[in-house]
């Protein structure tokens, strides 16, 4: 019973924590698309240029 | 996917013997198709991208023109009455801009973009999306403006439009957000709850000491609420919607169970005592979700290419000088007492009175009317008509947001929002269902009530949720989204949804010769002169006076003389099926078919395939064109005989080249020298025999005729046309994209029954079985969900199958290519 009053707190608190991550990922387009991201690692040269500041 | 020795290393079309074009590229010769195609290789070689080449999966899209494509249409966006339309100011001097991209076919291509515009100074970031077509560019206007973003994608070989900034993209991004959210949501909060249930059921057995059950179930409450009040509100809400509205939607039972659930197991938890069913109410929540997040994508996917075609429908008018000549402007840049031009198919831009003599344009859009209104000198056009027959001017008399947004609401109302038949049906008999449902749980508590009261409840819930018509309100428009997503993927875009029906039944399929079977743009051939005209005087009033019409022919001759320099001409006309015809000073000048320019009572010899420039005096010139059939034109038609439909040619065309084209496809049944008149006569005919007529062409020369059939598919040429009067639009402009649309929209039908069917027989089952109470509501939710999932995912096997046959023919891609670039 002890073990369950520490347990289920701290598995609430996990889940809040990931559904705070899932929004922030959500919000900020990580999820629009699914496909070119994938492409990047078959890209040999480092980027010549940083694109974003 | 290679591409062979044989084909453009670039666009992957066919090469021409004795016309290939060599470029360096990646270290290596390379052969090119055509100079547009030179320009982008080595564009991309130059920026260090050459990987590209390495990373498609199929080949490039066919560029413009590289003299076509220098910048005399990304001009006007540079200018701040255009740019503020589409540009949008995020403060601290960054912009941001929306650009449709047409050409983007693969993975690759969203790399190359993204570093080509990447590569640009001044670019703070760029977000390419390959499925919407989509660019989202964001920059610093000190260092950059949107003309040159523009071109760097032209130059790429790519065709960019930029997007109307306050457009749906944002009322879309954010209702996928909000719907990923709540499934989240609903996931996370269907597991807990499932968790603490496992251990109440399994602690009924083992034992569990009281305060421990009152622990779990406060905790079920806990994880239960922001499910029901978050991820539940969209069903309470379309509950309320279609309640005011008089109607009981689906989402009514829906809402009724997940607050009649919810509440009994709150008042047992303040209660300390009973069931809770925090479990089933998530888990219900959760499936539901599921369903509409899938159909939500479906439908954002389709609609995708079609609202960004009707936002992009009059950009542009021609606006006429004092001093003479035609300059391009944006439509926002025209004031009130301005000279328009609109040509042949195009769209009126603005309100205004006909400064031309006559004109035919078709309202229907705004007034639903489909036949073509003529209209006199001195009558009002209306912005968002199309014009038949032409060119005309006119005077604009009303602009501004009211007249356009008009007409661009119109066409998206169009293209989106027009139920098909299949689907009111569907919905009505949902309502149907979803009244006998409610009566029948009324009836099952009330029977319980008298029988066992206190298993009353649990049997009401049971038939609420088991029955719930989602399955049956899904079926149609599961399906029906899904194929008209998978349709616009393979290039094929559904105008009007009721269209989907006719296609699947057609049996004959006639077709247009010119632009339709054969490559939209013949090339010029020989030039004859007569009476001492050199050739290149009379190519040029030939060109002048081709130059408004949009006939594919007319285009050849005014492409052959591209100095825009023309002649001034008055009373311009076109002349459906015949040619055109306008005044050069006070000589009458005609251009068409041989016994159409030529004054009556002389005749040309050997003249009968030519297209003839006669004045009353006689003939001048005499023009042949070359025409190639298209690459997948052959492999088209036999799909189509291979599905039993019956292929015809009719063309206004000479007899020779109809024969010829007749015989190289295999076509028995053909019509030359038709009017549109006769082509229309010959449908009829058709139809009254019994068959069901599909007809190609493309869309504009033939309007008439597609309008007379009962299935009408445009090859696409340009974003005006594509509205004109079809009910399909072939995006891609490939003839083979037909027979797979053909046997994807049979597989649809077959779907949809299959989804009904399936529905009716789980309901049948599912229902007297929970009214009897031997359904828990925990199993009725899983009956429930599975019972929709499954038409969901059973919608989604439509075009599964067909996507692989289409990557597996390259020339067909390749064709594609061709015809697609101009479009866009």
Redesign the interface.
């Known amino acids: 019973?002890n073990t369950?009053v520490f347990m289920?707190p701290l598995?609430?608190l996990f889940?809040g924590g990931?559904?705070a991550v899932?929004?922030w990922a959500?919000?900020h387009?990580q999820?629009?698309?699914m496909?070119?991201p994938?492409?990047?690692p078959?890209?040999?040269?480092p980027d010549?240029?940083p694109?974003?500041? | 996917m290679t591409i062979a020795g044989d084909s453009c290393w670039h666009c992957g079309e066919p090469l021409q013997a004795g016309a290939v074009i060599r470029a360096r590229v990646a270290g290596q010769s390379r052969n090119l198709c055509c100079h547009g195609c030179r320009a982008a290789a080595e564009w991309i070689e130059q920026l260090?991208l050459a990987?590209y080449y390495r990373?498609r999966s199929q080949p490039g899209e066919k560029p413009a023109d590289p003299a076509a494509a220098a910048g005399i249409d990304l001009a006007p966006w540079g200018r701040p009455e255009n740019a503020r339309y589409v540009v949008r100011d995020l403060g601290d001097g960054h912009r941001e801009a929306l650009l449709l991209i047409s050409g983007i076919r693969c993975?690759?291509c969203?790399?190359l973009l993204?570093r080509a515009l990447?590569?640009l100074p001044g670019?703070?970031?760029?977000?390419?999306?390959?499925?919407s077509q989509r660019a989202r560019i964001v920059w610093r206007d000190t260092d950059l403006q949107l003309p040159q973003l523009l071109l760097m994608i032209s130059r790429a070989g790519y065709r960019a439009l930029p997007l109307d900034a306050q457009g749906l993209d944002d009322v879309r991004?954010h209702e996928s957000?909000a719907a990923?959210?709540r499934l989240?949501?609903a996931g996370?909060g269907m597991m807990?709850a499932m968790m603490y249930a496992t251990a109440l059921y399994l602690g009924g057995i083992d034992s569990l000491d009281a305060s421990?059950r009152e622990?779990l179930r406060w905790?079920g409450l806990?994880v239960a609420t922001p499910v029901v009040f978050y991820a539940a509100r969209p069903f309470f809400a379309g509950a309320l919607r279609s309640l005011r509205a008089g109607r009981l939607g689906m989402d009514v039972p829906i809402a009724t169970a997940i607050a009649a659930v919810y509440a009994a197991s709150l008042f047992e938890t303040l209660r300390g005592g009973g069931e809770v069913y925090f479990d089933s109410v998530s888990m219900f929540v959760f499936f539901l979700l599921t369903g509409r997040y899938l159909e939500m994508r479906a439908r954002h996917r389709a609609c995708d290419l079609t609202d960004a075609l009707a936002r992009l429908a009059p950009t542009f008018a021609d606006r006429c000088l004092d001093a003479g000549g035609i300059e391009r402007v944006g439509i926002r840049e025209l004031h009130v007492g301005d000279r328009v031009q609109v040509s042949e198919g195009g769209i009126v831009p603005a309100d205004g009175v006909l400064l031309t003599q006559s004109c035919r344009v078709d309202e229907a859009l705004l007034s639903g009317e489909s036949a073509p209104v003529a209209k006199q000198r001195g009558d009002r056009l209306i912005a968002g008509s199309v014009l038949e027959g032409g060119p005309v001017q006119l005077r604009v008399e009303r602009l501004g947001a009211d007249t356009a947004l008009a007409g661009i609401a119109a066409l998206v109302m169009r293209a989106q929002a027009e139920r098909p038949k299949l689907e009111r049906a569907g919905e009505r008999a949902t309502s149907r269902f979803v009244a006998r449902v409610l009566s029948l749980t009324a009836i099952t508590l009330i029977g319980w009530y008298i029988v066992d009261p206190s298993r009353a409840f649990a049997a009401a819930v049971a038939v609420l949720v088991v029955s719930c018509p989602c399955a049956f309100a899904l079926a149609v428009p599961a399906a029906i989204t899904r194929a008209l997503a998978a349709l616009a993927q393979r290039g094929v875009l559904v105008v009007r949804p009721d269209a989907l029906q006719a296609l699947a039944d057609c049996t004959h399929a006639v077709f247009d010769k010119t632009g339709t079977l054969t490559q939209a743009t013949p090339t010029l051939g020989e030039v004859e002169t007569f009476g001492g005209v050199s050739q290149t005087e009379a190519l040029h009033i030939a060109a002048s006076l081709a130059r408004p019409s949009r006939h594919p022919v007319a285009r050849a001759i005014a492409a052959a003389y591209p100095d825009r320099k023309d002649v001034e001409l008055h009373d311009v006309m076109s002349h459906s099926g015949l040619g055109m015809s306008g005044l050069l000073g006070n000589r009458s000048l005609r251009l068409g078919r041989c016994d159409f320019a030529q004054p009556a009572g002389q005749t040309l010899p050997d003249c009968e395939d030519a297209v003839v420039l006669a004045d009353e005096r006689g003939p001048i010139a005499a023009f042949r064109l070359h025409e190639r059939l298209r690459p997948d034109a052959r492999a088209a038609i036999d799909a189509l005989r291979a599905q039993g439909v019956a292929a015809i040619i009719a063309s206004g065309d000479h007899q020779t080249r109809v024969a010829d084209i007749a015989a190289q496809l295999r076509i028995t049944d053909w019509h030359a020298r038709l009017l549109p008149a006769d082509k229309l006569a010959l449908l009829a005919d058709l139809r009254a025999r019994g068959a069901r007529v599909l007809a190609v062409g493309d869309g504009v020369n033939d309007a008439p005729v597609l309008a007379g059939a009962d299935v009408a598919i445009a090859m696409a040429e340009g974003p005006e046309l594509t509205q004109a009067s079809s009910d399909i639009v072939l995006t891609s402009g490939r003839l083979g994209a037909i027979a797979p649309a053909r046997a994807l929209v049979q597989q649809t039908l077959a779907v949809v029954r299959q989804n009904q069917r399936w529905a009716l027989y789980y309901n049948l089952a599912a229902v007297p079985l929970a009214a009897l109470g031997l359904v828990p509501p925990w199993l009725a939710a899983i009956g429930m969900s599975l019972s929709s999932l499954g038409v969901v995912l059973n919608a989604l096997r439509i075009g599964r199958n067909a996507s692989q046959t289409t990557t597996t023919h390259p020339a067909a891609v390749s064709a594609s290519v061709s015809q697609g670039a101009g479009a866009l």
């Open positions: 019973m369950l289920i598995s609430l889940l990931a559904v899932f929004f959500v919000d387009d999820f629009e698309d496909e070119s994938g492409l990047l078959l890209d040999d040269a010549r240029e694109r974003r500041e | 260090g990987d990373l993975s690759a969203v790399w993204e990447g590569s670019v703070v970031s760029v977000r390419v999306n390959a499925v991004r957000r990923l959210k989240l949501v996370f807990q421990t622990l905790l806990l």
